[in-house]
């Protein structure tokens, strides 16, 4: 029983409860009650204080359709009614996120450090959604081509940049009338397709890393062999409108999970990838046919007169688009000089804008990035984009010179040796032995060396466990400086080198790989790596004593080594030559180290494994199982195997 006090207290309790549920009114000349909603109908930012104005916009397109652009504008290159120059970038990669990166009332800290300098630099940076993804409306197609037989339409990346800069300098009020274009990767592809159509506010290009030849050799083939890394990015890209996220894995280590899907179709099919379009496309065109050849953009831009500024940028150890760069430069320079110059620097894909101290284990002694950004890019856009600023004085090219770790101007880049060597290129000749030399193999010495390929047991391309591409723990920004004593000792991998250096030798260009060779099959594949191996023991980092350091490395599909429209069955047992262009590089290999060359014939998940005997489509599930094949690499007089070494300077071995 309750006390009687207590009743009377939990009585009233429940009497004015039981009022306040039921509504009853307040006494009156009692105020009424605030609503209970803590979110006001509208609210403002407080933004007075901050550096920076952000102004987000929906720019229309000729065809009507909007793109979502974000503007970051620094109040101080503006005050007073000031004018600034607007840099614009041009993605798919989410503006939005690319202009949020901090809650902070200061300009460089919600950009990405190198566009923060620049806006520092009094820029107005410009971040677009491209057509079809984010915040832009329209459909999205992956690298939409221009204009032409593989674009039947009125618009393309062209026309949209076209109508951006002129939305922009006609309606940005702080724009001082000039606009410049940057972009790494897809956004550096965007920037190369504007100038097909450039509009005449745009004053300056900086197209980093981007995407030329996905076929010849960017992100989709290599040689005619098919990178099956990019089956990440086009499930990230195109099957949703934002964000897709990660393509699952069912294993741990990709080896394993590329190798049971049996081929680059087996994979696409069990991951669902094989709805997409591009996959579908990728499947369609193995060979660089008329749809690869139509999207070639080193062949479009050079048949258009050029008249922008343009500043390429490439990387010496790009992971994924190491051929655009420097493919577009040559295609250009000698049509418009005073244009077009090249940057090749020691970095990764993107590397440009990030630290460029060291990649991987590799030092290079400062910050190469940090120093390419204010000496050479600033002073490149001031010049163009800014009335009154001193004139460039960037040289057609300037590389850096790893093993040295210095900077080099030069006025025009060596030759290849692809059709014809020049005098500056030098035979580097595979030896009896494993050896390798600048002189040519003694009478006597051994014809040839073989070695067996398994595509079932594919040689890695780099230690194993592989994660996926952009899976927490992957290394793939660095793997092309990946020490390779991992594959030097295996049976399926030849080996040469020299002896240790007593002169430096210099290399400034694109090495040529010329093999000859013969396999037990009708189809083959060849990946040379051009090696500096560093002195047993090392003494400014001991770490690094015997290191293998990948310079230049690549690959060639047999059945295209008469050219690479058509593919055509290797004559099994018959010795043939298979030549190929390594990627371009700047390095000197210094006294005391070796210069190392590795043969093998699979890089394995990076590329899908070739079935060993001529099929009609190497995407496609072999009807018959994988051949292992005998391969032999010849070298004696006639039937040399070489290196092409694009020598600089008066650099020789001694022998």
Not at 52 to 71: G, N, S
Not at 127 to 134: E, L, N, S, Y
């Amino acid at each position: 029983m309750i006390p009687a006090p207590l009743r009377s207290r939990l009585l009233l309790c429940s009497t004015l409860a039981g009022g306040l549920l039921l509504g009853h009114p307040p006494r009156a000349g009692a105020a009424a009650p605030e609503p209970f909603n803590d979110i006001p109908a509208h609210f403002t930012d407080s933004t007075g204080s901050f550096d920076f104005i952000r102004r987000e916009i929906a720019i229309p397109m000729r065809d009507k359709v909007t793109l979502h652009t974000v503007l970051i504008i620094p109040r101080r290159a503006v005050a007073a009614g000031a004018k600034a120059p607007i840099l614009l970038d041009r993605t798919p990669y989410d503006a939005d996120d690319d202009t949020s990166r901090a809650d902070s009332a200061h300009g460089n800290m919600v950009l990405p450090a190198a566009y923060a300098e620049l806006l520092d630099a009094g820029y107005i940076v410009a971040f677009q959604d491209v057509r079809g993804k984010h915040g832009s409306k329209g459909d999205y197609v992956n690298e939409r081509p221009l204009r032409g037989p593989e674009n039947p339409t009125e618009i393309d990346h062209a026309t949209d940049a076209w109508d951006t800069v002129d939305w922009l300098v006609h309606h940005v009020a702080e724009s001082n009338g000039r606009v410049g274009m940057i972009g790494t990767s897809y956004d550096g592809m965007m920037v190369a397709m504007a100038l097909a159509h450039p509009h005449p506010a745009l004053k300056a290009a900086v197209p980093a890393n981007p995407v030329i030849d996905t076929w010849m050799g960017d992100d989709d083939f290599h040689g005619g062999a098919f990178r099956m890394a990019g089956y990440d990015y086009y499930y990230s890209q195109d099957t949703a409108h934002g964000k897709a996220g990660d393509l699952w894995r069912s294993a741990y280590d990709d080896y394993t999970e590329f190798l049971r899907a049996g081929s680059a179709t087996g994979f696409a099919k069990s991951h669902g990838i094989d709805q997409l379009p591009v996959v579908r496309q990728l499947h369609d065109h193995p060979a660089y046919d008329s749809f690869w050849q139509h999207r070639a953009l080193q062949t479009l831009l050079a048949s258009i007169p050029q008249t922008v500024p343009t500043l390429w940028i490439a990387g010496q150890w790009d992971q994924e688009d190491m051929f655009g760069a420097v493919a577009a430069w040559e295609a250009l320079h000698p049509k418009a000089p005073s244009l077009e110059h090249l940057v090749l620097g020691p970095w990764r894909h993107g590397g440009w804008a990030g630290d460029g101290s060291t990649l991987g284990p590799i030092r290079f002694d400062a910050d190469t990035a940090l120093w390419f950004r204010r000496e050479v890019l600033l002073p490149f856009l001031d010049a163009q984009l800014k009335p009154g600023a001193p004139a460039s004085t960037l040289p057609p090219v300037l590389a850096f010179q790893t093993g040295s770790n210095r900077w080099q101007s030069f006025q025009s880049w060596p030759e290849s040796c692809e059709t014809g060597c020049p005098d500056k290129s030098r035979p580097l000749y595979l030896r009896a032995n494993g050896a390798l030399s600048f002189d040519p193999p003694a009478a006597g010495e051994a014809a040839s060396d073989e070695y067996v390929s398994d595509p079932n047991k594919p040689v890695p391309y780099r230690p194993r466990p592989i994660r996926p591409t952009y899976s927490k723990g992957s290394t793939w920004r660095q793997w092309l400086v990946d020490d390779q004593r991992f594959a030097s000792d295996r049976t399926d991998v030849l080996t040469y080198q020299t002896g240790p250096l007593d002169h430096p030798v210099a290399i400034a260009g694109a090495p040529v790989a010329d093999l000859v060779a013969s396999t037990t099959g009708t189809d083959a594949d060849f990946v040379v790596k051009l090696i500096d191996v560093y002195p047993d023991e090392y003494p400014p980092e001991p770490a690094m004593g015997g290191y293998q350091l990948p310079i230049a490395m690549d690959i060639l599909r047999g059945r295209y080594r008469e050219g690479f429209e058509t593919a055509k069955p290797i004559t099994p047992n018959t010795p043939l030559h298979y030549r190929f262009t390594l990627p371009n590089v700047d390095h000197v290999f210094l006294p005391g180290h070796r210069i190392m060359v590795q043969v093998q014939s699979s890089w394995f998940p990076l590329y899908d494994r070739n079935p060993q005997r001529f099929v009609e489509n190497v995407f496609d599930p072999p009807a018959k199982p994988l051949a292992i094949s005998e391969n032999y690499i010849f070298h004696t007089a006639g039937s040399n195997s070489v290196i092409y070494m694009p020598i600089f300077g008066n650099f020789e071995m001694a022998q």
